[in-house]
């Protein structure tokens, strides 16, 4: 699936397409959880407020420069050698 594709499908059609995918990171911001799912060559961020308990926004991307956020969280001393 591509980037376009992935936003042409309706709200339901892309949350079944979000949980196809591999999530590889989480953080926080308030009353969000800002989940990060790649899919193919581009990335999602699903914001879930936390409070309510629903699904806020669905936001894609394929720039990698956008992953900056998620790399202060991400721990890789298991990848040290």
Known sequence: MTLYEFKQLDEQ???EAVWASVQ????FDNDYAIVL??????YIE?????????I??????????????YLYN????E???
């Open 24 to 27: 590889i990171a989480e953080r």
């Open 13 to 15: 059609e892309q949350i």
């Open 79 to 81: 990848l040290k050698g």
């Open 37 to 42: 799912y790649q899919r193919d060559s581009f």
């Open 74 to 77: 991400t721990d890789i001393s």
């Open 56 to 69: 806020r926004n669905i936001r894609t991307f394929a720039n990698v420069s956008q992953l900056e956020p």
């Open 46 to 54: 699903v914001y879930y407020n936390r409070t309510e308990n629903f």
